[in-house]
């Protein structure tokens, strides 16, 4: 059953098929997402972790070693009786655990594998959820990159206009510079942007297991996804199926469990049995047989088991209360997403809804005003930059609100929805 989880978690969160070693560089999120399931070095250590406490379970259930003891004597140079010399002896001794003792170390130990599969699949998720981060970064760099070059391009044209104006004795020498000034600032932006690009490029690739250069797509345009934000709805799902929260379970299961041995441990010593026979070397003589019955006496050190017992119980009301602060924490957080993400939704909108396009507009007016003498230079470049803030703010309004749904997905363990991709757009011919 919880394999049978694992496998659908990992279809559910990264996709269904795996990327061979061999592939060529991915062009979407979701290829991106299932080579990330596949080679991602985490993913593997705490999958290797989990089957490491499996394999704990059966070791925790299992009896002591049986002991094989051999004695003799030796005969010495001094005269001694016969019969005690050439004496050898074998005998077999075996710790035999009291009732119910190793089934409860079992059942701690089942726990403990338990909590690491939720851990692996909390890794699944985090994986997916810092790589979603990680494209969309480079997705808001990238489109950074491209509005900068493009402004670069109209200072351009801007700055010719000046220099034409300055040069017929209708514009001062200070428009000129005004526009090589803006223009070294934004190259050096270009630069900053590069770099943070490249960063992010370098996350994606760890995450994926590759060096940090290696050669990435330039992420698609996307349109943001209109999934329903049901906050309590988000709310129980997060409490039911969130590994993390899963885990905790487990971890004061266990110590109720734990509980239950160390009293058991102070109350029902173990035993431990064992018998030997022994024969004459010289005519190989039966001599004696000898059973041993071995009884620790745990009363005699009452105050080491009360301690253990109190030492569980304390664990016990720990692990209780850091479920409560984790299912605190992770509304908490499910409303902070949500709330970033409603918020990133509605600058789309209200971006999309004209003041894009106003922006536009206002630097096509402002540059055919400063064109005829009706407007300064100031104007213009003020306008220019007021369109370069209002493109940035967008792309950074549809990738905060991605990074928001990468969140909310990772904490409810499923996805809210497909990320639409952006028409295109039809050309309209004369």
Do not use: C
């Given at each position: ?53 499996q394999q704990a379970v059966t070791t925790a259930k299992a ?368």
């Open positions: 059953m919880e394999r049978t989880r694992s496998i659908w978690l990992a279809m559910l969160v990264f996709g269904a098929s795996v990327v061979g070693a061999e592939s060529p560089p991915l062009a979407t999120l979701a290829d991106l997402l299932r080579e990330a399931a596949a080679k991602n070095p985490e993913a593997e250590a705490a999958r290797h972790r989990w089957e490491a406490a009896w002591d070693d049986p002991m094989l003891t051999l004695a003799g004597r030796v005969p010495s140079s001094q005269a001694t009786p016969a019969s005690m010399d050439g004496d050898i002896g074998y005998g077999l001794t075996q710790r035999i655990p009291f009732f119910g003792k190793k089934a409860l170390a079992g059942t701690i130990a089942e726990r403990e594998a338990a909590r690491a599969y939720e851990d692996y699949m909390a890794k699944l998720l985090e994986i997916a959820a810092a790589l979603k981060r990680a494209y969309y970064e480079l997705y808001y760099a990238g489109k950074s990159i491209e509005l900068n070059r493009e402004t670069l391009r109209l200072l351009e044209e801007i700055t010719q206009i000046a220099l034409t104006r300055y040069g017929v004795g209708k514009a001062a020498q200070g428009d000129v510079l005004l526009a090589q000034i803006e223009t070294r600032k934004l190259t050096a932006e270009l630069a900053i942007l590069e770099r943070k690009r490249e960063d992010s490029a370098a996350t994606i690739n760890r995450l994926l297991g590759r060096r940090p250069t290696a050669p990435l797509p330039v992420p698609a345009p996307f349109e943001p996804r209109r999934a329903p934000l049901d906050e309590p709805k988000l709310w129980g799902l997060a409490l039911e199926a969130w590994p993390g929260i899963r885990a905790a379970q487990h971890d004061v299961a266990r110590a109720d469990t734990a509980i239950q041995l160390a009293e058991r441990n102070k109350r029902y010593p173990d035993i431990e049995l064992g018998g030997m026979v022994t024969h004459y070397t010289g005519d190989r003589d039966f001599r004696m047989a000898e059973l041993q019955v071995a009884v620790p006496l745990p009363w005699w050190n009452k105050k080491k088991y009360d301690a253990e017992v109190r030492r569980e119980r304390a664990n016990r009301s720990a692990a209780e209360q850091d479920l409560v602060n984790l299912r605190n924490t992770t509304m908490e957080e499910i409303h902070h997403f949500v709330t970033q993400a409603e918020t990133a939704r509605r600058l789309v909108e209200l971006y999309r809804g004209g003041v894009l396009t106003q922006a536009r507009l206002n630097v096509d007016a402002s540059r055919a005003s400063y064109q005829t003498g009706q407007t300064d230079f100031l104007t213009l470049l003020s306008a220019q930059r007021t369109l370069l803030s209002t493109q940035l703010d967008f792309h950074r309004a549809l990738a905060d609100h991605e990074k928001a749904l990468a969140e909310i997905e990772r904490m409810i363990g499923q996805p809210l929805g497909p990320v639409a991709a952006r028409p295109t757009p039809k050309l309209i011919t004369p």
